[in-house]
């Protein structure tokens, strides 16, 4: 892939300039008049993010994920570089460098830091604009607060923490950040993703009728594993293991399934009130995690979401949410059903360069966030998402913890608790701690 043409890299998509895509009837399936998405606080959709000064950015976190938010974020639109790399690891550092060169976009050498403390000296560089947080999950309140205060516009991946005092700090952030004019938006994609966006508006504006309950589900394979490695002490056999340990990812209720909760909360319209549940590990051959939850979240009123999430092996697979209302019900992404199971309405894909009608959106919601972060910095149509993704997650930490405890687990208690995940020093070498997986009814503090 040397010497790869830079337009057909970031796509004629992408280049075309704002557009509002067209999809989407004006009127809602029940005959009602569409809400307008500024009242509702819906983001733009893009055809490309709009010309205006070059935006360089900075990759704390340079793994697969943090090296594809970055291809990502470079595709979004004109006058976009990555100019700088962090990462624990410089084999990881390598291996981005080596990526982006092959599409003759070299990050210099200087630019590039490793070790615990290198995402400081990263966010140190006056030309950096924005940066992109794609560590496990763990570090991100600790690099959101140093990006914020460097006067950093930030992307940063979901889930926004592990633990209860993260999230507080990270919606702390969040409003110093607001507070300055920084935009920052998160990976959330669904609320970037057109056609969840459109049933969004047609479900806000009646199509359903009034919400009764709701199911969410993110059943697949056991993702990746690393066995220890010869040489690789306590420190980072966890750090290159981290998807399988809780203090770093939150498990997988938290790294994965927490975007089907966020879209149940989004169209819900509000946070759930308590949660009770349980979940079990059979499979899983390192770290402490489960290997399924299966949560009831209660938002009150009468109104409840069965949240499920599963990680092994040679079973049924299958992801995406479910609204019920009482004139109908919606898979939240391009379909309304009356309560006959007849549809009211459907979504419109565009149709490819030679007019048949796609399957698919042409700019994929993990270019369309991008677009949305430089669009905002460059127009002023504000946008932090960083709150609204802390909710989310706090709420799969609350069906977590009602799982991993057996207890029956408020909102107001976790958002109070004082529970802090991880050592109490990161660094390399031995960590003091024992990994046990959680076990329901005994004691435990929350």
């Given amino acids: 892939m040397h010497n790869i043409d830079r337009r057909k890299f970031i796509g004629r998509a992408a280049l075309t300039g704002i557009g509002l895509a067209g999809a989407g009837a004006l009127v809602a399936s029940c005959g009602r008049k569409l809400r307008d998405p500024k009242e509702l606080g819906l983001p733009p959709i893009l055809r490309g993010a709009p010309k205006g000064r070059k935006l360089r950015a900075g990759l704390v976190g340079a793994g697969a994920r943090g090296t594809g938010a970055a291809i990502n974020f470079i595709s979004a639109g004109p006058d976009l570089e990555i100019i700088a790399l962090a990462d624990v690891f410089q084999d990881k550092i390598d291996a981005c460098r080596e990526r982006f060169a092959s599409f003759d976009l070299p990050i210099p050498e200087e630019n590039c830091f490793t070790g615990f403390d290198g995402y400081k000296k990263l966010m140190a560089i006056p030309d950096v604009d924005v940066v992109l947080l794609a560590t496990p999950p763990q570090f991100r309140p600790d690099h959101f607060l140093e990006a914020v205060m460097n006067n950093k516009h930030v992307f940063m991946e979901k889930p926004v923490a592990v633990d209860p005092v993260g999230i ?74 981290w998807n399988n340990f809780c203090w770093l990812c939150g498990d997988h209720i938290l790294d994965t399934h927490v975007h089907n909760i966020d879209v149940v909360n989004w169209f819900i319209g509000r946070v759930p009130e308590k949660a009770i549940g349980y979940g079990g590990r059979h499979r899983r051959v390192t770290g402490d995690q489960y290997d399924f939850f299966s949560i009831d979240f209660d938002y009150g009123n009468g109104v409840s979401s069965h949240s499920m999430c599963r990680q092994i092996d040679s079973c049924a697979n299958g992801t995406g949410e479910i609204i019920m209302g009482t004139e109908g019900y919606t898979n939240c992404e391009n379909t309304i059903w009356d309560l006959k199971g007849n549809v009211r309405w459907k979504f419109e894909y565009p149709s490819d360069e030679y007019g048949n009608p796609m399957t698919t959106l042409k700019i994929p919601p993990y270019v369309q966030e991008h677009m949305h972060l430089v669009h905002a910095i460059r127009t002023g149509d504000y946008v932090n998402e960083a709150e609204q993704t802390a909710y989310s997650t706090l709420t799969a930490i609350m069906g977590r913890t009602a799982a991993y405890t057996g207890r029956l687990i408020t909102w107001d208690e976790i958002l109070r608790s004082d529970m802090d995940l991880g050592p109490a020093v990161i660094e390399f070498g031995p960590v003091d701690m024992v990994f046990e997986t959680p076990i329901p009814g005994t004691p435990v503090a929350v």
């Fill in 168 to 241: 507080r700090s990270v919606i702390t952030t969040a409003r110093k950040a607001q507070a300055i004019g920084l935009c920052v938006v998160t990976g959330t994609q669904r609320r970037h993703q057109e056609d969840y966006i459109e049933t969004y508006r047609q479900v806000a504006s009646g199509a359903i009728g009034t919400i009764t309950s709701a199911k969410a589900y993110w059943n697949q394979d056991h993702v990746w594993l690393r066995l220890r490695e010869k040489g690789w002490d306590d420190m980072e056999y966890m750090l290159r293991n």
